[in-house]
């Protein structure tokens, strides 16, 4: 089954599990909605428990078989995966907007993305040394290699659908794993074209599997199946909490990319109307639905109106409206319970005596759209501050020193992303030492690339993606000790 590129034609939803497309035993689905006007794309088919049988036996044979190949026969499959998602760019990048909401400069953004992710793991997959260690005694030698932990148990999320799902995808291919990826089910159909890509580049059966189902259903039969030896999400820090819960059970290794609560910290020698647009920039991106988006604004007590006014006047210039229509620069919501969160969050500002400055509301009655908002006269005790929005929401606070500024931002139990605007190197040094997360960026709203860690601390989780450290996570390290 191809994709069919009609603008108005939704393909149909199929799981593939050992190199076989089906709709599964079951007769159960759920409906994909699209989040700018509530219309139905489809319906997703969702797996039961002989089913998650069955992927796990296909992820097993495939693993014999994927980890048995060079690694120059993986990467080329891996490549030729990557030129096929490059030349279906614009049907992925689509169905993205389709289901998620999200503009579809964005949405090309994201599956280029994926492509490279594709690609960099392909390469570094060859170049998974070992190394021989000088021995202490005679006639012996000491190696150190790197096998494929095996089977690899993925759950990717529906702010980011394609992109999330590929890095661990990659990893576990570039790897040597077999994989079983289970993504949102209100974002099933771009991936699955993708994948449909990989399988199409010739990925022997088995090696990547693809299914929709009930999430607690399928992460504990997962997890507890014989043969799962990894399990990765990216989620919610409390179903990432849950998950950890049963594979710390299991004795299963796991990677956690969970929830954030970003700060951004203009110092006092930033230009505030820069800062003011840069803040929009990172802020309003998928309508703020990122774990990495920056939502609790700290400004120097000198130029907090200022960086105000420039936050607000950019905020302002925000066309709200169908991913899909060139003029609109930020999509709908996701789904209705992004829409019902920042309604309550508006509602604890106003009645916690905050300034809304800007927005505040929900755009019309069908959809999710809802106005980009910024927030004033705030404390750390806001609501609104001690909580993730995940949404077009932002607060802003002054401070006016450098310890204070970074004691304020390392109270959250969160610590992903965090953003420091300045001119000064020394200063930008200073914070970012001090600062307790994962992935930092000076001047630009930019923490994440293909080659480079991606991960989170405290409560945002641990173990990286990405760049080498990635593929690292999908590997166990043997020592052998060689007496001859």
Same mark, same amino acid.
């Given at each position: 089954m191809q994709l069919q590129k009609s603008p108005d034609v939704y393909p149909e939803l199929r799981m593939l599990v050992g190199g076989v497309w089906h709709k599964g035993a079951g007769s159960s689905s759920v409906k994909v909605v699209n989040p700018f006007d509530d219309a139905q794309l489809g319906e997703v088919p969702m797996i039961d428990r002989v089913g998650l049988a069955n992927a796990v036996e296909a992820a097993r044979n495939g693993f014999d078989v994927w980890s048995g190949m060079t690694p120059i026969e993986r990467s080329s499959i891996m490549r030729r995966g990557a030129s096929i998602v490059r030349e279906r760019i614009d049907e992925i990048a689509r169905l993205i907007t389709l289901e998620q909401g999200k503009i579809l400069l964005e949405s090309r953004f994201e599956v280029n993305l994926a492509a490279d992710s594709l690609d960099w793991y392909a390469d570094e997959g060859r170049r998974a040394?070992?190394?021989?260690?000088?021995?202490?005694?005679?006639?012996?030698?000491?190696?150190? *290699?790197? !096998? =494929?932990?095996?089977?690899? #148990? @993925?759950?990717?999320?529906?702010?980011?659908?394609?992109?999330?799902?590929?890095?661990?995808?990659?990893?576990?291919?570039? @790897?040597?794993?077999? *994989?079983?990826?289970? =993504?949102? !089910?209100?974002?099933?159909?771009? %991936?699955?074209?993708?994948?449909?890509? $990989?399988?199409?580049?010739?990925?022997?059966?088995?090696a990547l599997n693809l299914i929709y189902g009930d999430g607690p259903l399928v992460s504990s039969v997962l997890i507890e199946a014989a043969g799962v030896e990894k399990i990765s999400f990216t989620g919610s820090t409390q179903v990432g909490q849950e998950l950890m819960a049963l594979s710390a059970h299991q004795g299963k290794r796991t990677t956690m990319e969970l929830g954030g609560n970003a700060p951004f910290i203009v110092l006092e020698d930033a230009d505030p109307k820069a800062a003011g647009k840069l803040a929009a920039l990172g802020k309003f991106r998928n309508a703020g639905q990122i774990c990495t988006s920056p939502s609790r604004f700290y400004v120097h007590q000198s130029l907090i109106e200022r960086f105000?006014?420039?936050?607000?006047? !950019?905020?302002?210039? %925000? +066309?709200?409206?169908?991913?899909?229509?060139?003029?609109?620069?930020?999509?709908? %919501?996701?789904n209705k319970r992004r829409v019902e969160a920042m309604e309550k969050l508006v509602q604890a500002c106003v009645a916690e005596g905050c300034e809304i400055r800007t927005g505040g509301n929900r755009i019309g009655s069908r959809g999710n759209l809802f106005e980009p908002t910024i927030v004033s006269e705030v404390s750390d005790?806001?609501?609104?501050?001690?909580?993730?929005?995940?949404?077009? *929401?932002?607060?802003?606070?002054?401070?006016?020193?450098?310890?204070? +500024?970074? #004691?304020?931002?390392?109270?959250?139990?969160?610590? $992903? #992303?965090?953003? *420091?605007?300045?001119?000064? @190197?020394?200063?930008?040094?200073? +914070?970012?030492?001090? $600062?307790?997360?994962?992935?930092?960026?000076?001047?630009?709203?930019? +923490?994440?690339?293909?080659?480079?860690?991606?991960?989170?601390?405290?409560?945002?989780?641990?173990?990286?993606?990405?760049? $080498?450290?990635? %593929?690292?996570?999908?590997?166990?390290?043997?020592?052998?000790?060689?007496?001859?």
């Open positions: 040394y070992g190394r021989i260690i000088p021995s202490n005694a005679p006639n012996s030698c000491q190696m150190v *290699i790197r !096998e =494929p932990v095996g089977v690899v #148990a @993925a759950f990717s999320p529906w702010n980011a659908p394609v992109m999330t799902a590929v890095r661990k995808i990659a990893g576990a291919l570039g @790897a040597g794993c077999s *994989i079983i990826i289970k =993504p949102s !089910e209100e974002t099933p159909g771009a %991936l699955m074209e993708l994948v449909r890509c $990989l399988h199409e580049a010739g990925l022997p059966a088995g105000l006014d420039a936050f607000v006047a !950019e905020a302002k210039t %925000l +066309v709200v409206g169908n991913g899909l229509d060139s003029s609109t620069t930020m999509g709908p %919501l996701a005790q806001s609501t609104i501050v001690n909580t993730e929005p995940f949404g077009p *929401i932002a607060s802003a606070m002054p401070f006016s020193d450098l310890d204070e +500024v970074i #004691a304020r931002a390392n109270a959250s139990p969160y610590g $992903l #992303a965090g953003y *420091i605007v300045t001119p000064s @190197a020394k200063n930008a040094h200073y +914070v970012s030492r001090g $600062l307790k997360v994962g992935v930092i960026g000076i001047n630009t709203h930019v +923490v994440l690339t293909t080659e480079t860690p991606f991960g989170g601390v405290k409560h945002s989780g641990h173990g990286l993606e990405g760049g $080498l450290e990635g %593929l690292d996570s999908y590997f166990v390290t043997k020592f052998i000790n060689h007496k001859y």
